[in-house]
């Protein structure tokens, strides 16, 4: 039994050492090189949204909403979608959204639309925080429905003990159909 004992305590004198320096050697890899990650992604113009909006008459009717918003509030919503350092994404109405909607020009929008219901489909049209591209939006399925993100319209405020929650109306994204005007 002494003599087990003493090939055990031998054996594990020499196993602990050389398990110590097999760890050791295999931690010393070298790791791969980091890939950096780029953000926001690019959207592959050289064009900002509120350029685009400022010199394609396309958009004239919303320029023209923007512009009244402005007057009103004071915020200058075509400087916000210039602005490259934020990050946004904007679905905005051109000119044949609006006239499917019942507003053939802007003087139909302007003399019918009360202010509060135009800022909200000016704000309706933006995504704060959040850059998506077509291509990722996916078509809704069981397993993937569609993606919710808040806009800028402000709904209310719940009140709370703590600070108060701001409460945001939301848009659906989804690719359900190709009618787009």
Same mark, same amino acid.
């Given at each position: 039994?002494?003599? &087990? @004992?003493? =090939?055990?305590? +031998? !054996?594990? /004198?020499?196993?602990?050492?050389?398990?110590?320096?097999?760890?050791?050697?295999?931690?010393?890899?070298?790791?791969?090189?980091a890939?950096?990650?780029?953000?926001p992604?690019?959207?592959?113009?050289?064009?900002?949204i509120?350029?685009l909006? &400022? @010199?394609? =008459?396309?958009? +004239? !009717?919303? /320029?023209?909403?923007?512009?009244k918003?402005?007057?009103?509030?004071?915020?200058?919503?075509?400087?916000?979608?210039s602005?490259?350092?934020?990050?946004f994404?904007a679905?905005?109405p051109?000119n044949?959204a609006f006239?499917a909607s019942?507003?053939?020009?802007?003087d139909v929008v302007?003399?019918f639309?009360?202010l509060?219901s135009l800022?909200?489909i000016?704000?309706?049209s933006i995504?704060?925080?959040?850059?998506?591209?077509?291509?990722?939006?996916?078509?809704?399925t069981?397993?993937q429905?569609?993606?919710?993100?808040?806009?800028?319209?402000?709904?209310?405020?719940l009140?709370?003990?703590?600070?108060?929650?701001?409460?945001?109306l939301?848009?659906?994204?989804?690719?359900?159909?190709?009618?787009?005007?």
């Amino acid at each position: 039994m002494k003599q &087990n @004992t003493r =090939t055990i305590n +031998s !054996i594990s /004198k020499w196993c602990l050492p050389v398990a110590v320096i097999l760890i050791l050697a295999s931690c010393n890899k070298s790791l791969p090189d980091a890939t950096p990650i780029l953000y926001p992604p690019g959207n592959n113009s050289d064009i900002s949204i509120g350029s685009l909006i &400022n @010199t394609d =008459t396309t958009y +004239s !009717i919303f /320029k023209s909403a923007a512009a009244k918003y402005q007057a009103a509030t004071k915020v200058d919503l075509i400087a916000q979608l210039s602005d490259t350092d934020k990050i946004f994404t904007a679905f905005i109405p051109n000119n044949a959204a609006f006239r499917a909607s019942g507003f053939p020009n802007w003087d139909v929008v302007n003399a019918f639309v009360p202010l509060t219901s135009l800022a909200a489909i000016l704000q309706y049209s933006i995504i704060p925080g959040v850059q998506y591209l077509s291509s990722d939006v996916a078509t809704p399925t069981i397993s993937q429905p569609n993606v919710q993100l808040p806009t800028l319209v402000n709904i209310g405020v719940l009140p709370s003990p703590a600070p108060p929650v701001k409460v945001q109306l939301s848009t659906f994204l989804s690719k359900t159909s190709n009618f787009f005007l």
